[in-house]
């Protein structure tokens, strides 16, 4: 394999000429006629005895050409990529490929990338505002109530309904005097001020006592779908039982039901950590964000095209495998959204350009102050990744070369580099502009344990389900 000819286009961008010799278009042939010869029938032989020479003079020279070139592209890839000579970036396209000498060899060409020159402005010293850790008491409060509330015990009670009660409930929607459709409810728990059905429906419930029947008169909201919005409609509900909502205690008892401490004060104390340190997480990712977005205003970079499509491909990618997980379809999102196909992968290749420029930038400024990793870090990170990923390190060296580990690595140190040297300026409305910047770490998980306790059935409602 050898580099035939190298052109170079605009925006950084190169054109090259890959030859491949008979020798390499020939093994390649022979694993693709070993691949695809049990499919092979050939008068005479049994089914995937006859050889290659037989079969290519019943089906033609090229009967396993294109399944040749396929097995060939990759190393072709790798060539182009590691074998040229040229520092290239991103994956390189395939635009055309061309037989030669009756289909012995071949002239592959390809579009990629050239690193472009990157010249950094100033990097040091830069200054940015940072908020001062806060953490109000209330927040703490606020934190434990949510968790006694989730750990409240149900019990019936025989009284009039007040707000914060939950209640049980038959009921039938009516509009003009006809039940409408999904308008009816049968044993539905619902909580008195949870906002779960349209505005006036709890509230008009208060006071009712167990095996009363009451009709309320309501009117849906303009802003509802098209066939009840604004509708004066009347539900007939019917009370079947009326539960309370027994809090426990804030004791010591309860710091122990829902956490590993066996003191309140302790579980206060560990909340607070908790919070404080996703707050500081929070505050010094805004903080490298805008210091970031200064990195990537004053670097002159010219960034070539073929490598952002492809940076904006794997984000759309990632995007797509993100939301799934989350049960939802990437097209509901971006209409959710207001965004089309269009106007996302516009928006998208906002952030990889922002990315991919701040990431040569800092490469820039590693090679500046002359960063340097040991194998011993690189080996580190391994561990760390494999450990984070819940996979073997020797199956992750598999997937991800030394070199991208070192690279991630250098750009961490030049990040730091930059936020070491910066200095706090009075906080102001600023905002980072950047998203899916290096660093930050995601948010710590509670560690609050949820006692064992019934939870209330979801129900379809009035104000958000079919009916409503």
Do not use: C, H
Not at 59 to 84: C, H, K, M, Q, R
Not at 307 to 332: C, H, T, W
Not at 350 to 376: C, H, M, Y
Not at 389 to 403: A, G, H, I, Q, W
Request: charge should be negative; proline fraction near 4%; aromatic fraction near 6%.
């Amino acid at each position: 394999m050898n580099l035939i000819n190298s052109e170079k286009k605009e925006k950084n961008e190169i054109e090259l000429t890959i030859g491949v010799s008979a020798e390499e278009l020939d093994a390649a042939v022979n694993k693709a006629y070993i691949k695809n010869r049990t499919r092979i029938n050939v008068p005479g032989f049994r089914k995937g005895k006859a050889p290659r020479r037989i079969v290519e003079k019943m089906y033609g020279i090229g009967v396993f050409l294109n399944d040749a070139i396929d097995i060939l592209l990759p190393d072709v890839l790798s060539f182009a990529t590691e074998d040229s000579g040229l520092d290239v970036v991103g994956y390189p396209k395939v635009t055309a490929i061309d037989l030669k000498d009756n289909d012995t060899r071949a002239e592959i060409k390809l579009v990629t990338g050239l690193r472009p020159d990157v010249t950094v402005g100033k990097y040091k010293g830069l200054s940015a505002p940072k908020p001062a850790l806060e953490v109000a008491e209330q927040e703490i409060l606020d934190e434990i109530e949510t968790i006694r509330q989730r750990n409240a015990r149900i019990e019936t009670v025989e009284r009039a309904a007040a707000m914060g009660d939950v209640t049980v409930i038959d009921f039938e929607g009516f509009l003009d005097g006809v039940p409408f459709e999904g308008g009816k409810g049968e044993s539905f728990e619902l909580e008195l001020g949870s906002g779960r059905f349209i505005p006036g429906f709890e509230e008009k419930l208060v006071g009712m006592n167990a095996s009363e029947e009451r009709d309320i008169d309501l009117v849906f909201p303009e802003n509802y779908k098209e066939d009840l919005a604004g509708k004066a409609v009347v539900f007939k509900v019917k009370l079947l039982e009326l539960k309370e909502k027994q809090l426990p205690e804030l004791d010591d008892e309860f710091a122990k039901d829902v956490s590993e401490f066996d003191t309140l004060d302790e579980y206060k104390a560990s909340i607070r950590e908790r919070i404080e340190k996703d707050r500081k997480a929070q505050i010094d990712e805004t903080f490298e964000g805008l210091l970031m977005d200064q990195i990537v205003e004053s670097a002159q970079a010219e960034i070539p095209e073929p490598l952002i499509e492809e940076e904006v491909d794997k984000a759309a990618q990632n995007f797509s495998r993100q939301i799934s997980a989350y049960g939802m379809q990437p097209a509901q999102y971006m209409q959710m959204m207001g965004l089309d196909p269009d106007s996302f992968k516009e928006k998208l290749r906002e952030n990889v350009t922002r990315q991919t420029k701040l990431s040569f930038a800092l490469e820039e400024i590693a090679k500046i102050e002359g960063i340097a990793v040991t194998p011993d870090e690189i080996e580190e990170e391994y561990k760390r990744a494999a450990e984070e990923y819940k996979t073997e390190v020797e199956k992750l060296k598999e997937n991800v070369k030394s070199d991208d580990i070192e690279r991630d690595l250098k750009l961490r140190a030049a990040a730091k580099l930059v936020v070491d040297s910066a200095k706090i300026e009075p906080e102001s409305k600023t905002e980072s502009k950047s998203e899916g910047k290096p660093k930050g770490k995601p948010k710590g998980k509670s560690k609050e344990k949820s006692a064992d306790k019934p939870e209330s059935k979801s129900a379809e409602k009035p104000a958000d389900s079919e009916s409503k």
